[in-house]
Nanobody, 114 residues
Framework: QVQLVESGGGLVQAGGSLRLSCTAS????????MGWYRQAPGKQRELVAG???????TYLDHVKGRFTISRDNAKATVYLQMNSLKPEDTAVYYC????????WGQGTQVTVSS
C-alpha cells in the first residue's frame, strides 16, 4: 500500500524559509513523477511544483525563483525548499504520487505571517 508522509510545515514570518519533506513507501519511487500541491481556504488545490523521474522540474509561476523541488531516490523522499515566503503562500501543502492511481499525503500546514 502506498503511503506518503509529509513533514516540515509550520508558522514563519514573511521572508522566512521552510523545507517540506515527503517520504514515500509501497511504490517504485525513483520511476515516478512527484508533485507538491497546496490548498488555501476557499480555494482550489493547485500544483506548486513537480519533478519527473529524470529530474525535470516545473513550477507554479507565483513561486518560481523562490521554491525549489528536489528528490532523493535513495531515501524515497521529495523536498520543497520554500524561501522568501509570503502571506499568500499560506495553505495546506500536499504531496502527490501516481502509482496505478493517485495518492495524497495527509497534508502539512504552512502559515506565513505578515
Amino acid at each position: 500500500q502506498v503511503q506518503l508522509v509529509e513533514s516540515g510545515g509550520g508558522l514563519v514570518q514573511a521572508g522566512g524559509s521552510l523545507r517540506l519533506s515527503c517520504t514515500a513507501s509501497g511504490m517504485s519511487f525513483s520511476t515516478q513523477t512527484m508533485g507538491w500541491y497546496r490548498q488555501a481556504p476557499g480555494k482550489q488545490r493547485e500544483l506548486v511544483a513537480g519533478i519527473s523521474s529524470s529530474g525535470i522540474t516545473t513550477y507554479l509561476d507565483h513561486v518560481k525563483g523562490r521554491f525549489t523541488i528536489s528528490r532523493d531516490n535513495a531515501k524515497a523522499t521529495v523536498y520543497l525548499q520554500m524561501n522568501s515566503l509570503k502571506p499568500e503562500d499560506t495553505a495546506v501543502y500536499y504531496c502527490r504520487a501516481f502509482w496505478g492511481r493517485e495518492y495524497w499525503g495527509q497534508g502539512t500546514q504552512v502559515t506565513v505571517s505578515s
